[in-house]
């Protein structure tokens, strides 16, 4: 299992030096320098030319990559790693630490109360499979599934929030109210409920077909035929294994507790990772493109390595 | 017992499915609508480039009549600050985002199942590289690339020859939608290929002396269409959804173009005042994307050589 790991992570690094190369390029090379909001004519060339070569935008492409892809692994120990942000000269990577925990925040709860509701659905599902119960469920998965998200959002948020005006509209907090724990309650709601109906609906069906799968094998006759009831068959004999491609699926959504959801914070103006992707994006703040581009790629790599070996964990059929 | 082939027996089971049955004719209708949206709009006597400035208020541009200035005329109400109509938006718009979609899943699936027969056949080197190159496509956060680079690459596209404004815009987002999206089906290509290469019917080929493009293209994809047809059915309503979210975050076509995402995204501005914005071209989507998916899982249940006949 070890080696297994080593392995991995280490066929991970070209991918990561990819991911990097692409990134800075694709960065660097879009028109528009950050410099270009100070040429208005009131700010003198020569504060331009300092500014640009306090940036270090005067250097060779290959020679900023290679200053840029050292300096960011030194993020442990240097809060200057990341750089600092174009928008407000902050350290990127402060920038970013501060915004982790309103995306933990998030995305966990909505991890959490996605798969406390998925896995009693798709159970309900496959036991009663084509009942009223299930086929009325089956309905709303395939409409949950089907819409937008920022729509969904917007459509809770309108009717919640405006019309209601039961839950509050943007942000982590009301205004004055930092750290008061009912407060942050009340806004976690709708962007986690925009959340969980969608992956409540890809992962219910998941967990359906899986205990359905299960419910047709031998051993669970068995287990029916020797006279074990009806919760005790399926919540003991035939759940363990109906779960186990439901943990690939959790090791594929890991990384998302860090990189966000770009779509759903921004529709809530919900202060993390995602949101600050997107606004970095418009205001071409290069430094924090790049970490936020870092971050999802190297999670993305972290989550298939975490469902291999999760996969490996939970069945011990498979051999590394 | 009269033998009947694979796509007979395909066809039947779908006959007898109900709900496929249902979305298969909500699709055609679309499809329809999509082709014939200007000579709809034409009998409608109305179309989405059209102002109505007599519909709207003189100050700030609100519609007059109530729920975004429904009447008699404009079932569906007409646009703020134009008076241009919905309907007629809808329809023009659904003919863009079939465009995108569509084509966009072509293009997935052309490069998903050329890469993905490639890879599986090919294994060592060439398959290490490919499945590495497709770690790192699935690997790039997909949402801020495309919107970073929407600019440079729109303009590149313009320097090409293509058509400036939208025309370089929905090739944009046919682009990057298929170049992010081939891999997903390129891995599920590879995987059945590595088990159809070890079949009787290629070794025969192999031993009658076929040629590796014979063997890949004429022996292994024909018995791949199952998969691909059900991905691809798949694909098309998650690219709709897609263009929906980029128009959101900014990227995707300008006015007085519209599609189901502009105009959705467009809607966000207004919605407090008339949700009927919102809810109209979501709706419209929403059945669009439904129908898709149930018909796809429905292809894949007729598929499935294990269903009940």
């Given amino acids: 299992m070890v080696t297994y790991i080593v392995r991995r992570l280490i066929q991970a690094i070209p991918i990561v030096i990819g991911i990097s190369v692409i990134s800075f390029a694709i960065v660097y090379l879009t028109p528009g320098s950050p410099i270009d909001k100070f040429r208005t004519g009131r700010v003198s060339p020569q504060t331009i030319a300092n500014l640009i070569r306090v940036y270090g935008l005067d250097q060779p492409l290959p020679v900023q990559f290679v200053n840029w892809f050292t300096h960011f692994w030194s993020f442990p120990f240097n809060s200057t790693a990341w750089g600092y942000s174009f928008t407000d000269g902050l350290p990127v990577r402060d920038k970013i630490f501060g915004r982790a925990p309103s995306t933990l925040l998030l995305m966990g709860t909505s991890l959490v109360v996605s798969m406390l509701l998925a896995i009693p659905i798709g159970i309900l599902q496959a036991v009663k499979q084509y009942s009223w119960a299930d086929r009325i469920i089956t309905t709303f998965e395939t409409i949950g599934y089907a819409m937008p998200t920022f729509w969904l959002g917007l459509i809770l948020k309108q009717f919640f929030s405006v019309q209601l005006k039961w839950l509050p509209l943007y942000g982590q907090n009301t205004l004055g109210k930092q750290g008061d724990i009912p407060d942050m309650i009340a806004h976690l709601i709708l962007p986690v409920s925009t959340l969980a109906v969608v992956s409540v609906a890809g992962w219910s069906r998941y967990m359906r077909a899986s205990m359905l799968e ?3 094998q031998d051993y669970v006759r068995t287990a029916r035929a020797k006279g074990l009831g009806p919760a005790r068959v399926i919540g003991r004999h035939a759940l363990r294994n109906a779960l186990i491609p439901i943990v690939t699926l959790l090791g594929l959504t890991i990384p998302t507790l860090l ?22 994006v418009g205001d071409r703040d290069y430094p924090v493109v790049l970490a936020v581009t870092m971050i999802g790629g190297m999670m993305v790599i972290l989550g298939n390595l975490l469902a291999d070996v999760l996969y490996g964990v939970v069945d011990p059929r498979i051999h590394y | 017992m009269v033998g009947r082939s694979l796509r007979e027996i395909i066809w039947a089971r779908l006959r007898r499915d109900r709900v496929a049955m249902i979305c298969l004719v909500i699709l055609v209708v679309y499809y329809l609508i999509g082709i014939l949206g200007p000579v709809v709009a034409g009998i409608l006597n109305d179309s989405p480039y059209t102002l109505h400035p007599d519909l709207i208020s003189e100050m700030g541009g609100k519609p007059i009549a109530a729920y ?12 703020w600050g134009t008076g241009r109509d919905i309907l007629a938006q809808l329809l023009f718009g659904l003919r863009i985002s079939l465009v995108i979609s569509t084509v966009a899943t072509l293009m997935t699936v052309v490069l998903g199942v050329v890469i993905g027969i490639v890879a599986g056949y090919s294994r060592g080197v060439t398959d290490n590289f490919l499945g590495r190159l497709m770690d790192l496509i699935l690997a790039f956060p997909f949402l801020l690339i495309v919107m970073s680079l929407s600019g440079v690459l729109t303009q590149r596209l313009t320097q090409l020859g293509v058509p400036e404004g939208n025309a370089s815009r929905i090739l944009y987002l046919i682009l990057v939608m298929s170049f992010f999206g081939w891999p997903y089906l390129a891995r599920i290509v590879r995987g059945q290929v590595l088990s159809l290469r070890e079949r009787e019917f290629v070794e025969a080929s192999v031993a009658m002396g076929a040629g590796r493009r014979r063997i890949l293209f004429s022996e292994i994809l024909p018995n791949l269409w199952a998969p ?13 959804g897609l263009e929906a979210a980029l128009s959101f975050l900014g990227v995707g076509v300008l006015p007085p173009d519209v599609t189901f995402g502009s105009m959705l995204a467009n809607s966000v501005t207004y919605v407090n005042v008339v949700p009927t914005y919102l809810f109209i071209p979501g709706t419209a989507l929403v059945i669009l994307v439904v129908s898709f998916n149930l018909l796809g899982d429905s292809l894949r249940d007729a598929l499935d050589p294990k269903g009940v006949h």
Avoid: C, D, K
């Fill in chain 2, 228 to 240: 691909i047809l059900v991905y691809a059915t798949l694909t098309l309503p998650n690219y709709i």
């Fill in chain 2, 68 to 79: 975004g200035g429904i009447s008699a005329a404009h079932p569906l109400g007409v646009e």
């Fill in chain 1, 259 to 280: 990189s966000g959801a770009a779509i759903t914070e921004t529709v809530f103006s919900w202060p993390g990772l995602g949101w600050l992707g997107v606004q970095a």
């Fill in chain 1, 214 to 216: 299960v419910l047709r």
